[in-house]
């Protein structure tokens, strides 16, 4: 695990990653809380526990690189910028959403904030990913593509075969694990022998490096370093960031296979209220700044929750709309 000073980080981006985890934060107890009220019906992969991992890696990129995620996306797509209001439009199928309700929860896509692909098939956009950063590449345009996906996806064919062709070509691609702990219902021992899922990366020649993902200074610097050598024409890295899964596989997931003295230390851990105390303490914040970037964040949220309940369903015909792109001749 790596370990860095916050000196090295201005107070300005720690202040930064701590608006993107509150806005995270807001809209995922906003979402759970429409569940508990039986006011929406999905399945809903919170990713409370790993808000600080894409809120440190969206700090070192541009606005218009790209980024893949999964199901468990919420943090990702919100830390890279997506709008709240189509974004949570989407997740309630509405025709205002980003892809006109016709995504889902599961299937976000918003290239106007750089979120390309969301997908529930377990590894699928690593090899995407690939494709995108070929395409930057290939046009010289500068971009970097950020692909997230969990551990469990680390014994998907598809990760290797990605992690090879990224290396032979030097793409610049970074891939980021984040490992907490599960695949499903099974613990990550159970299901791999190796001690970290970075030292896959040397069978395939590229940087690997496991960092405490839940430590907003060590992920910023191991995002840094990978986003800075992907974009100098250095090549992919494989970024192992640990953290947590603090509600279980799916919300509601009753998480009975579970290790109580494990959950409960994690709990004990939650990463947010440590973050908050760490600027605090580090005299980059006053309480005052903090709880009005919490109460900016929650009004925001409450905004996106109205707007999305505002908008229409899809006209059933749309479903005939977007299928396929239009050939301009
Ligand atoms: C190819 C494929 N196999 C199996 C599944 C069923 N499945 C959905 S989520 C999941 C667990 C994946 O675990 P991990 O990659 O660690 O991500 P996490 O849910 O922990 O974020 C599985 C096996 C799937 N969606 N796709
Ligand atoms: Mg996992």
């Known amino acids: ?114 979120v390309m ?48 062709m990224a290396a032979v070509w030097s793409l610049p691609v970074v891939f980021v694990c984040q490992n907490n702990r599960y695949g499903e219902f099974t613990p990550l021992s159970e299901t791999q022998r190796v001690e970290q899922l970075s030292s896959r990366a040397a069978g395939y020649g590229l940087a690997g490096v496991t960092v405490d993902g839940n430590d907003p200074v060590a992920m910023y610097e191991a995002a840094r370093t990978a986003v800075d050598r992907a974009r100098a024409g250095g090549g992919p890295t494989l970024i192992e960031a640990m953290t947590y899964r603090l509600m279980g596989h799916f919300y509601g997931d009753q998480m009975p296979y579970m290790d109580q003295a494990e959950y409960q230390a994690a709990l004990a851990a939650d990463p947010l209220p440590r973050f908050r105390a760490m600027l605090l303490e580090a005299g980059h914040a006053t309480e005052e700044q903090l709880a009005a970037i919490e109460a900016e964040a929650g009004a925001e949220a409450d905004d996106a929750v109205e707007f999305a309940f505002a908008s229409p369903a899809p006209e059933p015909l749309s479903l005939f709309e977007d299928v396929y792109a239009e050939v301009r001749r």
């Open 1 to 114: 695990m790596t370990t860095v000073s916050t000196e090295a980080m201005t107070a300005e981006t720690l202040l930064g990653m701590f608006r993107t985890v509150s806005r995270i934060h807001a809209c995922d107890e906003r979402l759970r809380g429409l569940l508990n009220q039986g006011k929406i019906f999905i399945f809903y992969y919170s990713p409370r526990g790993q808000e600080i991992i894409p809120a440190a890696v969206s700090a070192c990129l541009s606005a218009d690189d790209y980024v893949v995620t999964t199901y468990r996306g919420l943090h990702d797509e919100i830390a890279k910028g997506t709008p709240l209001r189509p974004l949570m439009a989407e997740i309630l199928g509405r025709s205002d959403g980003t892809c006109r309700g016709k995504g889902g929860p599961m299937h976000i896509s918003d290239p106007g904030s750089g």
């Open 117 to 164: 692909v969301t997908t529930g098939i377990v590894g699928g956009g690593i090899p995407i990913a690939n494709g995108l950063a070929l395409a930057s590449q290939l046009q010289g345009d500068g971009r970097v593509t950020v692909v997230y996906f969990g551990d469990g996806a680390a014994n998907i064919g598809a990760f290797h075969e990605a992690l090879n």
